[in-house]
């Protein structure tokens, strides 16, 4: 291979175990299992904080092989994407399918739990398959610590559905716009006693379309007391329960904002068991517009985004990326579209 | 390539093999297996600290340059947004990773031609098998051009392929809605199938039709429709159906995003569910529960067809001269309030 002839290679190579321990002075399995692991949740030993050092001042990349050849293009991105059962999710791979045959480049997805420890994973395997560059559409609130700890300076990394808090760019929905037309909507309606099903605390889409929600309601005075927030998950299972929170109570909600679909039709079922019809009882609000929702026997009201478009983006995006160009995170524009799940509440104000 | 390297480089496993001594093919297993239930044999232990010892770590690359395997499979599936699709591919996934391969997948459109390119790309890449779930019937023809170098069976599609095969019992499944629909007691039955090309949705329809039979009832052709497997297929064939001079008491969706398609159109029509309309569903998407009419459907293993279907191919990769036999797994009927209670037996 020409890499070894030319000289560069030792240069630009990426140190083996064997270099780390040596420098570090311990153990080659030491290094090996110390670089595999994650942090213990009482903290790093000296001895691992010591060679995590090296690990980082020699520029250790997990496989060094891969890493030899980093500077050879594979054309191919690797995209990490939990929940894909999800069809909205899935819509994005599509977006992104699309995009990438396009434009010449191969995909390789992989859709772990939606966890970190699940996604870092998938990110290393991704890696060890020399992807020239990564798509990361679900890392968790917080995420640059998480980021910095993968030692990615040689793979491009963009960050698409959740921004997850991070400086890298981001390609999202406006969620934050997503949550206020919900809020104008329900207000405009009449409606004073709203819940909101608002997904997961690490799932930025989530945390920002109850903020932009919260923020509307706050600007009419109407603060919404933290039992009327309740945190779920985002599938079918994180609805009934957050659902049951809201109207499974002697003062039950009028209307509810759950921040995505899915979760909205399991509201449905909780709406149903209690005997509330919708929109008479209790107004329903989702998000995504994913395509079964139109049908259901109350048309559901929600705000659509655009699923298949974040994907495309995000992969001429990446592609900007590897090719060394600079890239600013955008906000995809998102409407609301109003069906038959929400009207005004039955009796306005007789509540107390 | 291995005389250009110089020291210090990661060792071969012949090496560990040599150090330890056993067979290159045994150290190869044990590094690749996870932790058995039991914990290592001590051979076991003795080659991971052999290997740990001399700086071991796993290159898929380099073990394909020596031994042409790369522990990838490849997977080629179509519809992901699909929720059933999407579920197989998960039990896809955590299957092979439990058994420490690696997963390629390509997701093109559900197109002959364009399936064909994605399994080319993927055999590229020098995967050690193939996995094809959405292959269109009749396949045989269609895999024979493909002249695959390696071991390659059908997921959830069989489409008479002939090709190794793991999915769900598709004509039990139409058997049991047939049964159910006729112990309500409608008698109008109708069917919404898939594409023509989808052996899924044949199976099922054929299960159904010999319900039928078993009743001494025939299913009028105009009575069973095709379309795409999604919500948009359910409304147009719903609205054919209701537009009909003589429009059935119950309809069969061989999906459940037919089926919601199909509740659409009869709330449009203000048919009331289930008295004026009887419909039952297929796969038990976790929506089915929860609409305010539950849907009644036939349970599918998603997640097992694709565990299965990743069991299958890698006995075949491990004995490509047996062709391991087909996994087919069992489903059940689910009755909700989308269909009237049992009708009494008189």
Not at chain 1, 104 to 133: C, H, K, M, N
Not at chain 1, 142 to 147: M, T
Not at chain 2, 188 to 200: D, E, Q, S
Not at chain 2, 318 to 332: F, H, N, Q, R
Request: a negative charge; proline letters at 7%.
């Amino acid at each position: 291979m020409s890499e070894d002839d030319s000289g560069r290679r030792d240069r630009r190579r990426a140190p083996t175990l064997r270099e780390v321990a040596e420098r570090a002075g311990v153990h080659v399995s030491t290094v090996s299992r110390v670089l595999r692991e994650t942090e213990p949740p009482d903290g790093w030993s000296p001895t691992a904080l010591r060679v995590r050092e090296v690990a980082d001042e020699l520029g250790y990349a997990p496989n060094p092989w891969a890493a030899s050849l980093r500077t050879r293009r594979t054309d191919t991105i690797g995209v990490v994407m939990p929940r894909l059962t999800d069809t909205v999710v899935a819509t994005m791979f599509e977006g992104i399918e699309y995009a990438a045959t396009e434009l010449g480049y191969s995909v390789l997805l992989s859709s772990p739990p939606d966890t970190v420890a699940a996604q870092q994973r998938s990110i290393e395997f991704l890696r060890s398959r020399q992807v020239d560059g990564l798509l990361l559409t679900s890392l968790h609130q917080g995420a640059d610590e998480f980021l910095d700890s993968l030692r990615l300076q040689n793979t491009r990394v963009l960050l698409m559905n959740r921004h997850a808090g991070s400086r890298l760019p981001a390609i999202t929905g406006d969620d934050h716009a997503g949550g206020r037309l919900a809020a104008e909507h329900l207000l405009a309606l009449g409606h004073r006693e709203i819940g909101v099903i608002g997904g997961p605390q690490h799932a930025t889409t989530a945390t920002d379309r109850v903020a932009g929600f919260v923020e509307v309601l706050s600007e009419v005075g109407i603060s919404l007391p933290p039992d009327r927030i309740v945190p779920s998950g985002f599938e079918v299972d994180g609805g009934l329960v957050g659902a049951r929170a809201l109207l499974d109570r002697p003062d039950p909600v009028t209307a509810v904002f759950a921040v995505n679909d899915t979760a909205a039709i399991g509201a449905l079922g909780v709406a149903r068991d209690l005997g509330l019809r919708v929109p008479e009882d209790l107004s329903l609000v989702g998000y995504n517009d994913i395509s079964v929702v139109a049908q259901l026997p109350a048309a559901l009201t929600t705000v659509r985004t655009p699923a298949h478009l974040m994907g495309q983006t995000a992969v001429r995006r990446l592609i900007d990326l590897i090719e060394g160009k600079s890239v600013v995170s955008e906000r995809l524009p998102v409407d609301l579209v109003v069906r038959a799940s929400t009207a005004p509440p039955r009796v306005v104000g007789l509540r107390r | 390539m291995t005389g250009a390297r110089r020291n210090p480089r990661p060792p071969t496993m012949k090496e560990i093999a040599e150090r330890t001594g056993v067979h290159t093919s045994t150290v190869s297993r044990v590094l690749r297996q996870t932790e058995p239930v039991d914990g290592w044999s001590e051979s076991a232990l003795r080659i991971h600290e052999v290997a740990a010892e001399l700086g071991y770590r796993p290159n898929p690359w380099a073990a394909s340059l020596r031994t042409r395997r790369t522990t990838t499979i490849g997977a080629v599936m179509p519809r992901l947004t699909d929720g059933v699709v999407a579920t197989i591919y998960q039990g896809v996934e955590q299957a092979a990773r439990e058994s420490g391969y690696s997963l390629l997948l390509s997701s093109p459109p559900d197109d002959p031609a364009e399936q064909r390119a994605a399994i080319d790309l993927l055999a590229g890449r020098q995967v050690d098998g193939l996995l094809l779930s959405s292959l269109h019937s009749p396949a045989s023809e269609f895999v024979a051009d493909l002249g695959l170098s390696v071991p390659t069976v059908a997921v959830n599609r069989h489409a008479d392929s002939g090709l190794p095969y793991a999915g769900g019992d598709d004509h039990h499944g139409g058997l049991l809605a047939g049964r159910h629909l006729l112990a309500c007691g409608y008698r109008k039955l109708a069917v919404v199938g898939g594409p023509h090309h989808a052996t899924t949705s044949r199976d099922r329809i054929r299960g159904f039709v010999d319900a039928l039979t078993e009743a001494g009832i025939a299913l009028p052709n105009d009575y069973i429709k095709h379309g795409p497997f999604d919500v948009t297929g359910g409304i147009a064939a719903a609205t054919a159906l209701f537009d009909a001079i003589d429009p059935p008491d119950a309809i069969f969706a061989v999906s459940d995003s037919i089926a919601i398609g199909i509740l659409g159109v009869a709330r449009d029509r203000g048919l009331a569910i289930p008295e004026q309309l009887g419909v039952i569903g297929y796969n038990d998407i976790p929506f089915a529960a929860q609409l305010p009419v539950p849907l009644s459907t036939v349970v599918t293993p998603a997640h097992d067809i694709g565990a299965a279907g990743v069991r299958l191919l890698l006995e075949f990769i491990a004995d490509p001269d047996t062709v391991p036999a087909d996994i087919v797994l069992p489903v059940e009927l689910v009755a909700r309030g989308s269909t009237r209670a049992l009708a009494a037996l008189i």
